[in-house]
């Protein structure tokens, strides 16, 4: 009885296992690489000669035939720093839904954005929060007026044994 008990216990724990969410964002010691990237000390709005607020279009489903059958897509956002010499500050990287409601909040502390760094964020798959019509809105400075950043969405999906992927370009809204 013992044996069958074992068994059956470290079935459940496989299955539990195999059934947890892991964070797409994480680095290879399960670090959350936004977290990582918090300042201690956030530049003062003073300090800025640079500020801006994108938007950032997101599909997290796309309808895919005549029968108004939709397909779940992966997101990602990527916010990237083309400054050879200036860090890039984001404070804000929110995600709406297509009715407009706020989804969640990445950022809870300023994150520090090296120079030619890039970050990205993962909407997984099977994450159907957002719908068609999500959105990223996020709030970006710099010390330097001369900072260019980009920040982009790319949605990867597949129908049957078809893949597909596009991108997004995010726009500024200040």
């Excluded at 984001?90 to 954005?113: A, C, K, M, P, W």
């Excluded at 964020?121 to 980009?150: C, H, M, Q, W």
């Excluded at 969405?153 to 049957?160: D, I, P, S, W």
């Amino acid at each position: 009885m013992k044996l069958r008990e074992l068994i059956l216990g470290i079935s459940y724990l496989i299955i539990f296992v195999s059934c947890t969410k892991t964070n797409p964002n994480t680095d290879e010691t399960g670090a959350d690489e936004l977290a990582s990237l918090e300042v201690s000390d956030p530049i003062e709005k003073s300090e800025t000669e640079y500020s801006d607020v994108i938007y950032v279009p997101i599909y997290s489903d796309i309808y895919i035939d005549v029968n108004n059958q939709n397909s779940l897509l992966a997101a990602t956002l990527s916010i990237r720093n083309t400054s050879y010499s200036d860090s890039l500050f984001i404070s804000t990287i929110d995600y709406f839904n297509t009715d407009g409601s706020l989804v969640r909040s990445y950022v809870e502390n300023q994150i520090s954005l090296r120079p030619m760094a890039t970050i990205n964020y993962v909407i997984e798959r099977e994450d159907d929060t957002g719908g068609s019509g999500a959105n990223f809105i996020v709030r970006l400075s710099a010390k330097n007026a001369n900072v260019k950043p980009i920040v982009q969405a790319v949605m990867v999906g597949q129908n049957g044994n078809k893949g597909f992927s596009f991108t997004t370009d995010g726009y500024s809204i200040k």
